[in-house]
């Protein structure tokens, strides 16, 4: 017996099947065999995609209570860089009061699902940054506010600065601004909750 | 002994107890003096300034790329002469090396692995190697002047756990 078996088709063309040594060559099972199920084979798999039927359908319900939930309770993480971290935090302040939106900055990446990129990121730090991404749990969503983040800003050129955060990991909202101010940052905040009910809604 | 009093007299004893450790003395504004030293005596001029000199604190280390050679300055400060002593020592511009004084003056190690990172001079006997403000793995010296712009790619460290 060879390792190899080949079967020619209707249409003259030969199909070289590799097989291991010592197999027997499989056996060639009509499609129509295949697809005819049983009623008795059926029932038990119509179950199972009933399950999953209702799951799917349970989470279409929830899905809006879940989507309203979140956007309404974005978590930044309380991470500053640089001269854009004092508008942050300005946002957060009295004056701005970001947390009428639900936006309240979390000291642990596990407990957010926003990472406001407040700053220039160099390369150094471009490690930390990108395992502060990976520690947030999903669904998260990363905003880089001000021009260091979103392109370098005047240090695009430097031999030291990220050009752009979005070479590290995905960026759903821009900032623009030098620094931007908090209103900027509450506008950047408000797009991105649009966003997620336009995405995920 | 009894420590030093004013810096001609520390000039006077430095020249007599260490000899052969400046080569040449200059004057500028705002420092006792300027001191051109070989290489291979820093170290033991250092020490003998720490010691004898008074000059307990290394306040700055630095390097400079001349092109043609490269410089490396220390700023001294004593408390008992009121005042800044400056140390040039000269180096080559091709594999410039020169012992560290993270030894005499602890305050030094940060600066010489600063100067080490932005200018690649090599500190021997340094007690931490290390690069400082760029990333490890960074191929490059970026404040020399051969240094040009890159790729953001080229800059780029790879490795995550840095």
């Given at each position: 017996m060879t390792d190899t078996t080949a079967s020619t088709h209707s249409a003259g063309t030969t199909v070289v099947t590799h097989l291991h040594k010592g197999d027997s060559p499989a056996p060639e099972v009509p499609t129509e065999q295949i697809l005819a199920v049983s009623a008795k084979e059926f029932i038990p798999l119509w179950k199972e995609n009933l399950q999953g039927l209702v799951n799917k359908g349970m989470d279409t319900l929830t899905q809006p209570l879940f989507n309203w939930a979140g956007r309404n309770s974005l978590f930044p993480l309380h991470l500053g860089l640089a001269c854009c971290a004092i508008e942050f935090a300005a946002g957060f302040g009295a004056r701005w009061d970001a947390e009428r939106f639900g936006v309240v900055p979390r000291s642990s990446p596990r407990q957010c699902d926003l990472l406001i990129i407040n700053g220039t990121v160099t390369w150094k730090f471009s490690h930390k940054l990108i395992t502060l991404w990976e520690q947030m749990p999903e669904p998260k969503w990363a905003i880089a506010m001000g021009n260091c983040a979103t392109g370098g800003g005047p240090f695009r050129t430097a031999y030291s600065v990220v050009p752009g955060v979005d070479k590290l990991f995905p960026i759903d909202v821009y900032i623009a601004g030098c620094p931007p101010r908090p209103e900027a940052m509450l506008d950047g905040i408000l797009r991105l909750e649009r966003l997620i009910r336009e995405r995920h809604g | 002994m009894t420590a030093v009093s004013s810096w001609p007299e520390a000039l006077a004893r430095l020249k007599a107890e260490v000899p052969d450790a400046i080569t040449g003395e200059s004057a500028r504004p705002g420092v006792l003096a300027v001191l051109a030293v070989p290489a291979p005596s820093i170290r033991r001029l250092a020490t003998w300034l720490r010691d004898e000199g008074t000059f307990s604190h290394c306040s700055l280390v630095l390097g400079i790329d001349w092109i043609d050679h490269m410089e490396v300055v220390y700023h001294l400060w004593s408390d008992a002469l009121k005042g800044y002593l400056e140390l040039s020592v000269t180096l080559p511009a091709e594999d410039p090396h020169v012992d560290s004084l993270g030894g005499v003056w602890g305050g030094a190690i940060w600066h010489e692995r600063e100067t080490w990172d932005l200018l690649g001079i090599r500190f021997d006997g340094h007690p931490d190697p290390r690069r400082l403000l760029m990333p490890e793995?960074?191929?490059?010296?970026?404040?020399?002047?051969?240094f040009e712009l890159r790729e953001p790619e080229e800059l780029e460290v790879k490795s995550r756990h840095v």
């Amino acid at each position: 017996m060879t390792d190899t078996t080949a079967s020619t088709h209707s249409a003259g063309t030969t199909v070289v099947t590799h097989l291991h040594k010592g197999d027997s060559p499989a056996p060639e099972v009509p499609t129509e065999q295949i697809l005819a199920v049983s009623a008795k084979e059926f029932i038990p798999l119509w179950k199972e995609n009933l399950q999953g039927l209702v799951n799917k359908g349970m989470d279409t319900l929830t899905q809006p209570l879940f989507n309203w939930a979140g956007r309404n309770s974005l978590f930044p993480l309380h991470l500053g860089l640089a001269c854009c971290a004092i508008e942050f935090a300005a946002g957060f302040g009295a004056r701005w009061d970001a947390e009428r939106f639900g936006v309240v900055p979390r000291s642990s990446p596990r407990q957010c699902d926003l990472l406001i990129i407040n700053g220039t990121v160099t390369w150094k730090f471009s490690h930390k940054l990108i395992t502060l991404w990976e520690q947030m749990p999903e669904p998260k969503w990363a905003i880089a506010m001000g021009n260091c983040a979103t392109g370098g800003g005047p240090f695009r050129t430097a031999y030291s600065v990220v050009p752009g955060v979005d070479k590290l990991f995905p960026i759903d909202v821009y900032i623009a601004g030098c620094p931007p101010r908090p209103e900027a940052m509450l506008d950047g905040i408000l797009r991105l909750e649009r966003l997620i009910r336009e995405r995920h809604g | 002994m009894t420590a030093v009093s004013s810096w001609p007299e520390a000039l006077a004893r430095l020249k007599a107890e260490v000899p052969d450790a400046i080569t040449g003395e200059s004057a500028r504004p705002g420092v006792l003096a300027v001191l051109a030293v070989p290489a291979p005596s820093i170290r033991r001029l250092a020490t003998w300034l720490r010691d004898e000199g008074t000059f307990s604190h290394c306040s700055l280390v630095l390097g400079i790329d001349w092109i043609d050679h490269m410089e490396v300055v220390y700023h001294l400060w004593s408390d008992a002469l009121k005042g800044y002593l400056e140390l040039s020592v000269t180096l080559p511009a091709e594999d410039p090396h020169v012992d560290s004084l993270g030894g005499v003056w602890g305050g030094a190690i940060w600066h010489e692995r600063e100067t080490w990172d932005l200018l690649g001079i090599r500190f021997d006997g340094h007690p931490d190697p290390r690069r400082l403000l760029m990333p490890e793995g960074y191929k490059f010296h970026p404040l020399r002047k051969s240094f040009e712009l890159r790729e953001p790619e080229e800059l780029e460290v790879k490795s995550r756990h840095v």
